[in-house]
DNA sequence: GATTATGTTGACTAACATACTCAGGTATCG
DNA sequence: CGATACCTGAGTATGTTAGTCAACATAATC
């Protein structure tokens, strides 16, 4: 039930942003505070950028910025970007359901839908506001 | 946050053996109940057995039986078992903890713990007569 | 006691995902 | 112009997943 590095470098990185309030940060400076390799923060930020959580500048004095304000922008979507589906399983995924040949019998999957709503639940009522104002 | 093909195989097993109340089942069996490959599950089923909750009968008339009450097999332990660690991310793992340079002012950590427990509590609370009796 | 049905063991592999690095290119400011 | 940034695409080392396969060991039955 693991979440990637990338997942959670992308989460760090947003509440880096989240943290300067309209003031652009470079990479290198995102990176001085999330700890995450530079080359690497770089991909992330820019599939942050095409996803329309980030606005960047280049050139001197450019860097990244928050796209949008912290209270619109939902962790469970952010993961759901990253890392693909929340759901355990692919036949109780609503974003990307995959039929099951067991499907009808199964009683495994009552159970694994229990977990997706717990699990999606938590992660589609937290924003990205919620982890930086410590409000869970 | 996917489970893996090996833990959902595992639960088919133990859920087709629960159905069974006493009586043995073959590999070929279980095989057709669970549309699990026979050689692949062969593997599952003798980890399954090694870690207490499946015993087996050799030669003719053989078979695997659960080895314990269907009450007593709690479904967190056995994911544990086959996938490790609950826990989206070491730094809030109970059963295999790992430190993080961030650790002190992490605002990610406290929602990961959230998540972690939402998840613990929902997996270690089922048994597997709960998921055969369809009460969840 | 030979046969046959079963579990046991260990090695092997193809495909994919993860977590990065690196070499260059492009826009912008001073 | 040139320094400072972001941008782009390729490449790579390592590990995980989802299996397969061949040969062996044991137990029941005829």
Partial sequence: MKVS???????????????????????????????????????ILLQLKMLGYLKSKRGKNGGYMLAKAPDQIVIGDVIRSLEGPLAPMGCVSITSYEACPLEGTCLLKPFWALIRDSIAQLLDQTTLAHLIERKL
Same sequence: chains 1, 2.
């Fill in 5 to 43: 590095s990338r997942g959670e470098y992308a989460l760090r990185a947003l509440i880096a942003l989240g943290l300067q309030e309209g003031n652009v940060s470079t990479i290198a400076d995102i990176s001085g505070q999330t700890l995450v390799p530079v080359a690497y923060l770089e991909q």
